[in-house]
């Protein structure tokens, strides 16, 4: 993608056919919101895209592409190369900030924001799990309604398959510095002017649903929503509930609401 750091390599997986949805991952990477994006796409009318960030999935990141802005900025590149507009994106965890800082910096072509468990602000109330200080154990354990679906035997992995985990990780840490946090965005959200949903998995101990209330809360007419029997990511844990409330959101933004509403 065209950026002002210069041409950045982008790997997206495209689904379906409508309405584009830009479908972000988190530090749980690519793999993670491939059977959500199929689900999306498989409702329809969605054009999913589902971008690895720079680093991810074994794919290189450009010495320049080293924060959240940077990275939206490489993302803002895709959608004017693709000459889309009114484009939902959705964003969980760290992607949730990237689609929060895409939606700052392309309103014209980010029509409404989804953002599941997301993070990016600081809070000295609710701060979030230091990840990096965690055992992989550890951060299935708080990230989980049901840590025991989603232990990774790390024994078990292959050499290529332990190459890519630790590019994931250190991609991330270079996105989100050690403390996962802008300590500007909070007061950026004010800024932003499209339709916000922020949906939050209640068992979420990453990042706890009163941080998820304090995010929603810092950006105007945001409407916030719990998520039961899902943690830091619904997609995987609650895919079906997720994604009536994402089909009846961008209803209700139309001006059709879904029936009952």
């Known amino acids: 993608m065209p950026t002002s750091s210069g041409p950045v390599p982008v790997t997206v997986t495209e689904r379906g056919q409508g309405r584009v949805v830009l479908l972000l991952h988190g530090g749980a990477g690519p793999d ?15 054009r999913v895209l589902t971008p690895k960030h720079p680093g ?10 080293d924060s959240v802005r940077r990275l939206a900025e490489v993302y803002r590149g895709l959608l004017d190369l693709l000459d889309v507009t009114d484009v939902t994106v959705v964003g969980n965890s760290i992607g949730g900030w990237i689609a929060a800082e895409l939606a700052l910096a392309a309103p014209r072509r980010v029509g409404r924001l989804v953002l599941l468990n997301a993070i990016g602000p600081t809070s000295a109330e609710h701060p979030v799990a230091d990840f990096f200080a965690l055992t992989l154990d550890a951060v299935v354990n708080l990230s989980y309604a ?18 890519v985990t630790a590019g994931n990780r250190a991609a991330l840490q ?4 050690p ?22 998995g209640e068992a ?5 649903p009163a941080y998820g209330r304090q995010y929603a809360a810092a950006i105007p007419g945001a409407a916030f ?13 609650a895919p079906d509930a997720l994604l009536t409330l994402l ?15």
């Open 247 to 261: 089909v009846q959101f961008v209803q209700f933004v139309d001006g059709t609401p879904t029936d009952g509403e």
């Open 179 to 200: 403390t996962m946090a802008d300590p500007s965005l909070a007061g950026r959200l004010g800024g932003l002017a499209v339709p916000t949903l922020v949906v939050w």
């Open 56 to 65: 991810f999935g074994g794919t290189p990141r450009p010495d320049g592409i």
């Open 204 to 208: 979420d101990r990453m990042a706890v």
């Open 146 to 163: 049901d840590p025991d679906r989603f232990r990774i035997n790390l024994a078990a992995l292959t050499d290529a398959q332990k190459s």
């Open 32 to 46: 993670s919101v491939a059977g959500f994006a199929d689900l999306l796409a498989a409702h329809g009318p969605a």
């Open 225 to 237: 929503h719990l998520l039961p029997a899902a943690g830091h990511l619904p997609h995987l844990e």
């Open 174 to 177: 270079a996105y989100g510095g």
